[in-house]
């Protein structure tokens, strides 16, 4: 079955620490994953992608992720987290002739 | 900006009534995707039209219907509205059927019913 899973629901980290949010995966061949983040009262904005190759992809806003076949894992990371991040993050996966999403992380950011 | 509009932003109406939401795609992208996305449920995948034509579905209720017209734009239709359909629906698009095409997604259409 394809599945993406989004362990984490809630997390909240002090503005100019690291972040890293997890997403796991299920599926039959090498997938097409995707990170987007959501801010309040928004459309999804996609931050990154990863099709093939380079296991570790850079995205905007300062965003990287890192493909982990082996722990079928695609985790989201960033150096230091600006108040500016606060928004609700999703993984997804393409799969046979849909997407699937993760049901979202939510990031807090204290000042 | 993504480049996907949808329109109403906001839809405010009563229980039974119908009510359509416009998607106009990125130039280019000739797929449309609807989600319905509500605080219990999450985002929910509704269907998908390539070119015109239905090309998948998801949980998309009987009461709803969905078409993609020959420029593209899509609309999608709510009837015999009940509370529980109060979301935010999202038009997303994309150049192909899945595989390497992100999604491009709109701002959404915030639905209440009341």
Not at chain 1, 12 to 39: D, I, K, M
Not at chain 2, 29 to 51: A, C, E, K, P, T
């Amino acid at each position: 079955a394809q599945s993406v899973t989004q362990p984490d629901i809630h997390i909240t980290v002090s503005e100019g620490a690291s972040l890293e949010l997890r997403c796991n995966y299920s599926y039959g061949a090498t997938p097409y994953l995707f990170w987007y983040v959501q801010s309040p009262g928004q459309g999804l904005q996609l931050l990154l992608k990863y099709f093939s190759g380079d296991t570790l992809v850079q995205g905007i806003k300062g965003f990287e992720a890192e493909f982990k076949r082996s722990q079928s894992s695609f985790n989201l990371r960033k150096p230091s987290v600006h108040w500016s991040d606060a928004a609700e993050y999703f993984c997804a996966l393409s799969g046979t002739y849909k997407y699937i999403f993760g049901t979202g992380t939510r990031l807090k950011v204290l000042a | 900006d993504s480049g996907v509009t949808q329109t109403p932003k906001h839809l405010i109406t009563a229980t039974g009534q119908r009510v359509t939401l416009r998607c106009s795609p990125r130039s280019g992208d000739l797929s449309v995707y609807w989600y319905q996305q509500s605080l219990d449920q999450g985002l929910q995948f509704l269907i998908q039209y390539y070119n015109g034509e239905e090309r998948a579905k998801g949980n998309i209720l009987e009461r709803f219907s969905a078409q993609q017209f020959p420029d593209l734009h899509s609309e999608l239709n709510l009837s015999s509205l009940e509370l529980g359909d109060s979301a935010l629906y999202f038009c997303a698009s994309s150049v192909g059927t899945t595989g390497n095409s992100p999604l491009h997604f709109g701002n959404g259409t915030r639905l209440t019913v009341t």
